[in-house]
């Protein structure tokens, strides 16, 4: 593989595949062939601009992390590529596009009492399908013993506290399990047994918690670290692409590589 007339070496390819974990020693192979390339086309347009020192960081200080060759394609990026600041305007209307984004998320209170199973044991399923189902018939008909019957027979931790789960959002349980929890009422156990990877659960939400809008003052920063940082990738992607036309590349393709500094 050449970029330019310079060799990238099979040892220097081999040194690099740990960076790049894959599916397959090919895939990663070939990724860290790209990354390489691409360092290796950067290298150089720094060296044809005569950047043979990195600018230093904003602080001032050095960032012991960084490589030199990394330090060089920094300083490159940054006399290269220069993007323009989001404005007012920009942020909010992004803000008023995106306004699912920009919200507080829902909350909920649930108690569960858990039975565990492995879902390859295909009898230990059975007998806590079988356990649950028991235990919620006694919930449906004495809703007031629930925390009792998770503080007896509940396999979570949170038997302890009478099955309480506290505040659960969006995404800090499987799938399974919020698809029942976020579509009961507030105060209503689930009708059947919750089927998840670790077992059956009999469930109960107890209150439900609406996630609100926030106001546009409160992430216009973030909007704008975004809308920065979107940009700037974008640019960095157009100038390596201006790179990789006017160079000679052999025996590895890179239209659509990123920089080894931007994954």
Same mark, same amino acid.
């Given at each position: 593989?050449?970029?330019?007339?310079?060799?990238?070496?099979?040892?220097?390819?081999?040194?690099?595949?740990?960076?790049?974990?894959?599916?397959? #020693?090919?895939?990663? @192979?070939?990724?860290?062939? @790209?990354?390489?390339?691409?360092? !290796?086309?950067?290298?150089?347009?720094?060296?044809?601009?005569?950047?043979?020192?990195?600018?230093?960081?904003?602080?001032?200080?050095?960032?012991?992390?960084?490589?030199?060759?990394?330090?060089?394609? @920094?300083?490159?990026?940054?006399?290269?590529?220069?993007?323009?600041?989001?404005?007012?305007?920009?942020?909010?209307?992004?803000?008023?596009?995106?306004?699912?984004?920009?919200?507080?998320?829902?909350?909920?209170?649930?108690?569960?009492?858990?039975?565990?199973?492995?879902? !390859?044991?295909?009898?230990?399923?059975?007998?806590?399908?079988?356990?649950?189902?028991?235990?919620?018939?006694?919930?449906?008909?004495?809703?007031? @013993?629930?925390?009792?019957?998770?503080?007896?027979?509940?396999?979570?931790?949170?038997?302890?506290?009478?099955?309480?789960?506290?505040?659960?959002?969006?995404?800090?349980?499987?799938?399974?399990?919020?698809?029942?929890?976020?579509?009961?009422?507030?105060?209503?156990?689930?009708? #059947?047994?919750?089927?998840? $990877?670790?077992?059956?659960?009999?469930?109960?939400?107890?209150?439900?918690?609406?996630?609100?809008?926030?106001?546009?003052? #409160? #992430? $216009?920063?973030?909007?704008?670290?975004?809308?920065?940082?979107?940009?700037?990738?974008?640019?960095?992607?157009?100038?390596?692409?201006?790179?990789?036309?006017?160079?000679?590349?052999?025996?590895?393709?890179?239209?659509?590589?990123?920089?080894?500094?931007?994954?």
């Amino acid at each position: 593989m050449f970029v330019n007339g310079i060799e990238l070496s099979d040892h220097a390819i081999n040194a690099e595949l740990q960076y790049h974990p894959a599916s397959s #020693v090919e895939e990663a @192979r070939e990724a860290a062939a @790209r990354a390489l390339a691409v360092r !290796e086309l950067l290298l150089q347009a720094a060296r044809r601009l005569g950047i043979e020192e990195p600018d230093s960081l904003e602080n001032g200080e050095a960032d012991e992390r960084e490589t030199r060759d990394e330090a060089l394609i @920094r300083t490159l990026l940054a006399r290269e590529v220069k993007t323009p600041e989001p404005d007012e305007a920009t942020c909010r209307r992004f803000y008023d596009n995106n306004l699912q984004r920009f919200r507080s998320p829902d909350l909920f209170e649930a108690a569960h009492i858990l039975f565990p199973a492995d879902p !390859e044991d295909a009898d230990a399923t059975a007998r806590a399908k079988q356990q649950a189902a028991a235990a919620l018939g006694e919930v449906l008909a004495a809703p007031q @013993r629930f925390a009792d019957l998770a503080r007896e027979l509940s396999a979570c931790s949170s038997a302890a506290h009478g099955g309480n789960l506290g505040q659960i959002s969006r995404g800090q349980t499987v799938p399974e399990f919020e698809t029942f929890l976020f579509n009961i009422e507030e105060g209503q156990t689930c009708p #059947v047994p919750v089927k998840t $990877r670790f077992g059956y659960h009999v469930l109960r939400l107890d209150r439900r918690i609406e996630g609100r809008q926030l106001p546009f003052e #409160v #992430v $216009r920063d973030k909007i704008a670290d975004y809308l920065r940082e979107h940009v700037w990738r974008h640019a960095i992607s157009q100038y390596l692409q201006l790179l990789v036309g006017q160079a000679e590349i052999r025996g590895i393709e890179l239209n659509g590589a990123s920089t080894p500094l931007v994954q």
